[in-house]
């Protein structure tokens, strides 16, 4: 059932209900899990809240890798804090999913399954601990450009998760610049670590807002719902634009020769990324796609017992509630 809840948000709803429900999102009002909502909307918090949460569990496992390497104490605590601090963002979205009647189980099974999708970025791999930096800085800052906004979502438990999911990600942008900084700033082949973190994973960290705004399919109703704030192309300017100084702060090479502020409209010019590759990313053909499945599918199996555990406990402390009563 919920398959075919993520795949579409086309319905048939009551169109006096339909209107009466975009004058509240017009006006700014709140949507609260047991108001009136069309299945459009429902369908389309369940897919974009799930693979939010996706991406968070996802997104530990690239940062996890290099816990047991980093390079000081103090990088391995912030380190592991971070990366604790994504399970916890998991959790509250998938709560805020839960509200819409869907179990946190059936949107695990649909990502194991791969019937729903993850960010693109958590596809690629962290070779060395330049990428770590450039992971906290890139892809925490673009995650933050996006959620920022979105922390005026329309959906009431969206909203409120994302406003605590924001200041842990600012500390995870901030630390990821400090620790790219200090390789920007070291020895030759420091530096040198540092520029090829950036040249790889800046494409990729443009892909994570989303294909370009004449090919998203969801953004025109999404936005109408204020369930997005802005389109993919506005929010990855935003970025571009942010990002670009810092670069050039660090004494870092652009890593998109084209690059160039263009007085006239106020922004940065840049070349997109290649959106073939992105399509195949997010299709499982990424170079990191099996290895990602793979780890969460272990990681499900292996907690069974522990699943299992939970519930046999819960259901035999119902049943003395039921005789004792
Ligand atoms: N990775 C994977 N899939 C993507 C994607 C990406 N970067 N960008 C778009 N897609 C998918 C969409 O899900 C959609 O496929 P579907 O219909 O099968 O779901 C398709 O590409 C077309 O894209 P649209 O622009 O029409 O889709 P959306 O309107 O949903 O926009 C989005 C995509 C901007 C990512 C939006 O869903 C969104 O804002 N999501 C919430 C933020 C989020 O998910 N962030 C994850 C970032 S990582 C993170 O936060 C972890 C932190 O620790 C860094």
Not at 57 to 71: K, Y
Not at 74 to 94: C, F, S
Not at 154 to 166: D, E, H, K, L
Request: proline share 5%; aromatic share 10%; with cysteine.
């Amino acid at each position: 059932m919920y398959a075919q809840m993520v795949q579409s948000e086309a319905t048939q709803d009551d169109p006096e209900k339909l209107a009466a429900f975009q004058a509240r999102i017009d006006a700014g009002e709140k949507i609260e899990p047991k108001d009136w909502m069309p299945e459009g909307y429902r369908k389309t918090l369940i897919r974009q809240i799930g693979q939010h949460a996706h991406s968070e569990i996802v997104g530990q496992l690239p940062e996890g890798n290099w816990i047991t390497r980093a390079p000081t104490l103090e990088r391995k605590a912030i380190l592991l804090a971070k990366v604790q601090d994504e399970a916890g963002h998991g959790l509250y979205l998938y709560c805020a999913a839960e509200t819409m009647g869907v179990s946190r189980d059936e949107l695990t099974e649909m990502l194991l399954d791969g019937r729903m999708k993850y960010s693109s970025i958590f596809n690629y791999p962290t070779l060395n601990w330049a990428d770590i930096g450039a992971v906290g800085w890139l892809v925490d800052g673009a995650a933050i450009m996006n959620q920022v906004p979105l922390q005026r979502t329309s959906f009431g438990p969206y909203s409120r998760a994302m406003i605590r999911i924001c200041k842990e990600e600012s500390f995870h942008a901030r630390q990821g610049f400090d620790a790219i900084r200090k390789m920007a700033e070291g020895t030759p082949a420091q530096k040198k670590m540092a520029q090829d973190a950036v040249n790889r994973l800046w494409f990729p960290a443009l892909m994570m807002f989303g294909p370009s705004d004449k090919d998203s399919v969801h953004s025109a109703q999404s936005m109408a719902w204020k369930i997005k704030i802005n389109t993919n192309d506005e929010l990855r300017q935003k970025f571009v634009d942010q990002t670009v100084p810092q670069i050039e702060f660090l004494g870092l090479d652009l890593p998109d020769p084209t690059i160039k502020w263009n007085e006239e409209r106020g922004h940065y010019d840049y070349s997109d990324p290649d959106w073939s590759e992105f399509f195949e990313v997010i299709k499982g053909n990424g170079p990191c796609n099996v290895d990602r499945l793979a780890a969460r599918n272990k990681a499900w199996d292996d907690g069974a017992w522990v699943r299992d555990g939970l519930l046999a406990h819960a259901k035999k402390k119902a049943a003395r509630q039921h005789a004792a009563e």
